[in-house]
């Protein structure tokens, strides 16, 4: 129902946007989020918009370089990464939330692997 792609490998400094199409009917109902896992590495949160569009959070560690955005015309959700660092390797997948916090996951989507050499 969610589908993520968009992941590539780029070089450090490189800007990425990744996008995740919704089949789900609710789209427009969740909040959509963003998370990664890095080899080794738990899932952690990354970028979160509501679902009236009006808030978003970040993680620190993308604050300032990552922006969430969604179009609910195309029922996408997208991130853009700029000024993309090594330590951003990792596979991204994209969530529908209960709210922004999106401490409650209804969908999960595949996954999309973006790799930042250095």
């Known amino acids: 129902q969610l589908q993520a792609f968009g992941g590539g490998l780029v070089q450090a400094g490189d800007s990425l946007r990744l996008a995740c199409a919704a089949s789900t009917r609710p789209f427009t109902s969740y909040a959509m989020g963003w998370f990664r896992q890095a080899p080794g590495k738990g899932r952690e949160f990354v970028a979160s918009i509501n679902w009236r569009n009006t808030t978003t959070r970040y993680a620190d560690s993308v604050k300032g370089r990552f922006t969430i955005s969604r179009d609910y015309a195309e029922k996408t959700v997208y991130l853009q990464m700029n000024s993309l660092k090594s330590e951003d390797t990792a596979v991204y997948f994209c969530?529908?939330?209960?709210?922004?916090?999106?401490?409650?996951?209804?969908?999960w989507g595949s996954g999309t692997l973006v790799t930042v050499s250095s």
């Open positions: 969530a529908a939330g209960v709210d922004v916090t999106m401490a409650r996951i209804r969908y």
